[in-house]
Nanobody
Framework: QVQLVESGGGLVQVGGSLRLSCAASKRTFSSYGMGWFRQAPGKEREFVAAINWSGGGLYYADSAKGRFTISRDNAKNTVYLQMSSLKLEDTAVYYC?????????????????WGQGTQVTVSS
């Protein structure tokens, strides 16, 4: 069992930045692929970014490219999502998730463990 705890969400103005963190409980965190997903009110959950076990494979949704950066620190069992140039449409609950098989980084339904989510609100 892997427990994931997100932090770093909050209220930010348009154009601002936030860094989300996701701490994992399991020592074998370094073998898991990690992803960030988000869900806005009334919308389906969607993929934002993913990173493979080593950090050498990075993947982004088109909406995140050039503005968001995913990274991980395996020594700290933590994955990050640095978000900049935030837009109103980035407002959502952001979830981190872990997938045992790194082949499935881009397949949301294949993720094995999920955090509880952290709210990001972008205001004008």
């Amino acid at each position: 069992q892997v427990q994931l705890v997100e932090s770093g969400g909050g209220l930010v103005q348009v154009g601002g930045s936030l860094r989300l963190s996701c701490a994992a409980s399991k020592r074998t965190f370094s073998s898991y692929g990690m992803g960030w997903f988000r869900q806005a009110p009334g919308k389906e959950r969607e993929f934002v970014a993913a990173i493979n076990w080593s950090g050498g494979g990075l993947y982004y949704a088109d909406s995140a490219k050039g503005r968001f950066t995913i990274s991980r620190d395996n020594a700290k069992n933590t994955v990050y999502l640095q978000m900049s140039s935030l837009k109103l449409e980035d407002t959502a609950v952001y979830y981190c998730a872990a997938v045992a098989d790194n082949m499935y980084l881009l397949q949301m339904r294949k993720y094995d463990y999920w955090g509880q989510g952290t709210q990001v609100t972008v205001s004008s």
